[in-house]
C-alpha cells in the first residue's frame, strides 16, 4: 500500500464540528481505516466491533494488536477503551523493565 493511502486511512475524515462524545470515537476522528486518533494519539487508527472485537495499530510505534471476542452487547465490559490502553501500558512497563 502506498504512503499517500496509509496517510488517508489514519487521518481525520470527519468535518470540524462533528460531535463524537459518548460513541466509538469519542475524542477521536474517523478516517478510511476507522477511529483515527489525533493530537498526541495521531497515527493511531482502529476498529470496535459490535461483539467486542478490537483491532488498531500504532504507525509510529509500528505496534499492531487485536483482540477477538464475541459477546453482545459489547459495551457489557469495557474493552474498547481499556485494551489499547492496557497494551501500551504493558509495552511501557516492559521497556522499563
Known amino acids: 500500500m502506498g504512503a499517500a493511502a496509509v496517510a488517508l ?4 475524515l470527519l468535518p470540524d464540528g462533528v460531535e463524537t ?13 476507522g477511529r483515527s486518533g489525533m493530537g498526541r494519539d495521531a497515527g493511531t487508527f482502529g476498529w470496535g466491533g ?3 472485537t478490537v483491532g488498531f495499530v500504532n504507525v509510529r510505534m509500528g505496534l499492531r494488536a487485536g483482540i477477538y471476542t464475541q459477546y453482545m452487547p459489547s459495551e ?7 485494551f489499547p490502553q492496557t497494551v ?5 512497563a516492559m521497556r522499563g523493565a
Open 9 to 12: 486511512g489514519v487521518s481525520n
Open 21 to 33: 462524545k459518548g460513541t466509538f470515537i469519542d475524542g477521536a476522528g474517523n478516517g478510511a481505516g
Open 50 to 52: 459490535a461483539a467486542g
Open 76 to 82: 457489557a465490559l469495557p474493552i474498547h477503551a481499556e
Open 88 to 92: 501500551l501500558a504493558d509495552l511501557a
